[in-house]
Structures are given as structure tokens and as C-alpha cells.
């Protein structure tokens, strides 16, 4: 085999390595779970870092959510060795009308800084919830801890898992939207250029 040959055949079987802007366990489950669909039969390591978001603990608007996972995914990257991307999550609630919703924007950067953005799915937030938040003092996760008893619940179903009964958990809503912003690197070149 030449050198040529031994080198790609090494780079398509060794483990596609994905630095993640947060040691959020749910955040991490679902960076795992949505790149092992997208790179089997290869194995993923995804590696966890402490980043900032350069926005606030609680963004109030899709932009700020988008530019924290944005500002993740690039400190990510940056920050672990041999990453082939940077993903970077980042919730926020965001206001339509008179109501309030909440989702997690993701953003997946690679080495040449080509940028794919996605969102989980977006559910209500109620005016009980919003009161709490909009005065400043809580993050949603404060809130749902309060509310429900129970503790770090950002860690594990999240605000989505609460109020679905468990049907929807954080990382299964957030794996959804790491798969819409790895569409540019894995899907078909016809769609993006």
C-alpha cells in the first residue's frame, strides 16, 4: 500500500474528534448521539470544555442565543487539539408576539471556518416562567428547578423534558438541531454551493 493510500485509509477509520463549548452533561449526550449517526461506522470522541458564550446566562432573543453557540463552537475548536469541529449550544427564549418560546441554537465550526448553525425544536415558555425571568434574577434552569422540586435540571431532561412529561429530554430535542448544523459539512455539496 502506498503512503497515499495508507494515509487516507487511516484518516476515514480514525475517531472524528468534536471539542464541545460546555461540560453540560445533557449538551454532551447530545453531541454524542447525533455524531455517531453522522460519522458511522467511525468513532466519535467528543471532549467537553469550559468556554464563555460571551452573552448573557439567559439570552432573550434568537440573535444573542445564535452569536453564544457561535462564540462556543470557535472557543471550543480553538481550545482542544486535533478537534475536526467545534460545537458550540446555546439556549435561549426568544419572543413572537405576546408569547415567549425557548430553544437551543447550534453551531458547528471546522479548522477552515466553515460555519453550519441549527435549532432544537422550539416549545412555550408560560407567563408564570417568563415573570421570573424577564425580572432579571433567574435563568429558565433556576426556574425549573424551583418549580419542579427537583435539582440541575439543566444537566439532565431540561425546561423540554418538564414539560413534556419526559417525552422529549434536552438532549434528545438538542441532537435534532446538532444534526441541522452538521448539514452543510455532510450533506450533498448541490444544496449549499
Known amino acids: 500500500m502506498s503512503t ?26 447530545a453531541v454524542k448521539t447525533a455524531c455517531d449517526k453522522i460519522f458511522a461506522p467511525r468513532t466519535v470522541e467528543v471532549v467537553g470544555t469550559s468556554v464563555s458564550s460571551e452573552v448573557s446566562d439567559q439570552p432573550l432573543s434568537d440573535e444573542e442565543a445564535m452569536k453564544g453557540a457561535i462564540n462556543r463552537a470557535k472557543s471550543a475548536l480553538a ?17 413572537i408576539g405576546f408569547r415567549w418560546f425557548e430553544c437551543g441554537w447550534i453551531a458547528v465550526i471546522d479548522p477552515s471556518g466553515q460555519l453550519g448553525l441549527g435549532t432544537s425544536a422550539r416549545f412555550e415558555l408560560s407567563p408564570k416562567i417568563m415573570r421570573r425571568i424577564l425580572s432579571g434574577n433567574e435563568e429558565l434552569a433556576q426556574v425549573m428547578d424551583d418549580l419542579s422540586g427537583t435539582k440541575d435540571v439543566r444537566n439532565n431532561m431540561g425546561a423540554m423534558g ?12 438538542y441532537a ?15 444544496y449549499w454551493v
Open 162 to 173: 418538564l414539560l413534556t412529561n419526559g417525552n422529549v429530554d434536552r438532549d434528545v430535542a
Open 4 to 29: 497515499t493510500q495508507q494515509s487516507s485509509s487511516d484518516s476515514a477509520t480514525a475517531p472524528v474528534r468534536i471539542a464541545v463549548g460546555s461540560q453540560n452533561a445533557a449538551k454532551l449526550r
Open 176 to 190: 435534532q438541531g446538532v444534526h441541522f448544523a452538521f448539514a452543510p459539512f455532510v450533506s450533498d455539496p448541490v
Open 79 to 95: 481550545a482542544t487539539e486535533g478537534a475536526m469541529y467545534g460545537v458550540g449550544l446555546e439556549g435561549g427564549a426568544h419572543q
